[in-house]
Nanobody, 127 residues
Framework: QVQLVESGGGSVQAGESLRLSCAAS????????MAWFRQAPGKEREVVAR????????YYAASVKGRFTISQDNARNAVYLQMNSLKPEDTALYYC????????????????????WGSGTQVTVSS
């Protein structure tokens, strides 16, 4: 069973930056795509950014485009989320996620697409 381990969350002021990291526990795991989701209290889990391993193509939610950057290190089975110009509405529990790519149409766009989840790391942004 692959485990995804996140780090880098914390509490910051609006306008500041944070960098989230996620690494897979097994060095041989080769995901089709990886993503960052977030879930605020009382809200549904939503995708923030996703990246596809072979093409390095990245996609972002409209709410974070231009402020967040997702990147990957395939050699380390790691994915990162650089978050700049943070806003109070970015406050949420952030989850690392991966799709192995075994389905007919693998994707990392929706929670139901995901094969493996991290346990989450809290990001709190105060005004």
């Amino acid at each position: 069973q692959v485990q995804l381990v996140e780090s880098g969350g914390g509490s910051v002021q609006a306008g500041e930056s944070l960098r989230l990291s996620c690494a897979a526990s097994e060095s041989t795991y080769s995901p089709y795509c990886m993503a960052w989701f977030r879930q605020a209290p009382g809200k549904e889990r939503e995708v923030v950014a996703r990246i596809y391993s072979r093409t390095n193509s990245a996609y972002y939610a409209a709410s974070v485009k231009g402020r967040f950057t997702i990147s990957q290190d395939n050699a380390r089975n790691a994915v990162y989320l650089q978050m700049n110009s943070l806003k109070p509405e970015d406050t949420a529990l952030y989850y690392c996620a991966a799709n192995t790519g075994l389905g007919l149409s693998p994707s990392c766009r929706r929670p139901q697409d995901i094969d493996y989840w991290g346990s989450g790391t809290q990001v709190t942004v105060s005004s």
